[in-house]
């Protein structure tokens, strides 16, 4: 357990939904990171936050969307779902907004099938 | 445009043998480069890191090189065990306030027994 917990694990849905992925970062970690790994693909650098506030964004889709809530726990909100967006994402946390080397504790994901 | 190349999708090494695993890159503003191994179903998990000041960084069976000219790193895994058969990113941190990871498509290494 690397304590960042990821919810739901797999997630089935069709085309056009829309969807909320959760995750908990580890205990005293303050940034969020999300990326998505296609198939055969490495993982896409999508968005982070700290502490709340979005601290930068990389390849994340209009249709997709974050928050980090006051608690720390962040959602990822995917909308307009296509047969593309079927991927595995994954959420990471580390202690400060900069990031340490070797610091980033990712999650085990959520499978999000789109059919 | 791939920042991170690893070229080799998969390599097999016997038990006890010497595993190499190298990662390209091209963005001069990387200053630190991490490797993380990932089993199936797992997240990925932190191995060893290199800081762009340093050719090279050890511990244990991993060793990390780093050549800065060329703008390649590579893994050393030696002896390498069946444990370690896992996909290998290289993931390097660029500098500047974000430092979120930029991730290669990853080297599935096999150690056969």
């Known amino acids: 357990d690397s304590g960042v917990t990821q919810t739901p694990k797999h997630l089935i849905t069709a085309t056009g939904q829309r969807v909320t992925l959760r995750c908990s970062p580890r205990s005293g970690d303050l940034s969020v990171y999300w990326y998505q790994q296609s198939l055969d693909q490495g993982l896409q650098f999508l968005i982070q936050?700290?502490?709340?506030?979005?601290?930068a964004k990389g390849n994340i889709l209009e249709r997709f969307s974050a928050q980090q809530f006051p608690d720390l726990h962040s959602e990822l909100n995917l909308s307009s779902l296509e047969l593309g967006d079927s991927a595995l994402y994954f959420c990471?946390?580390?202690?400060?907004?900069?990031?340490?080397?070797?610091?980033?504790?990712f999650g085990s994901g959520t499978r999000l099938t789109v059919v | 445009d791939q920042q991170v190349k690893q070229n080799s999708p998969s390599l097999s090494v016997q038990e006890g043998r010497i595993s190499i695993l190298n990662c390209d890159y091209t963005?001069?503003?990387?200053?630190?480069f991490l490797w993380y191994k990932k089993y199936p179903a797992e997240g990925p998990t932190f191995l060893i890191s290199?800081?762009?000041?340093?050719d090279k960084n050890e511990d244990g069976r991993f060793t990390v090189f780093l050549n800065k000219s060329a703008k390649h790193l590579s893994l050393h895994i030696v002896p390498s065990q069946p444990g370690d058969s896992a996909v290998y990113f290289c993931?390097?941190?660029?500098?500047?306030?974000?430092?979120?990871?930029?991730f290669g498509s990853g080297t599935q290494l096999t150690v056969l027994p």
């Open positions: 993931a390097p941190i660029s500098s500047g306030s974000a430092r979120q990871l930029t």
């Open positions: 963005n001069s503003m990387f200053d630190y």
């Open positions: 990471a946390s580390s202690v400060g907004g900069q990031g340490e080397e070797g610091g980033y504790t």
């Open positions: 936050y700290y502490n709340g506030e979005e601290r």
């Open positions: 290199i800081s762009s000041i340093k």
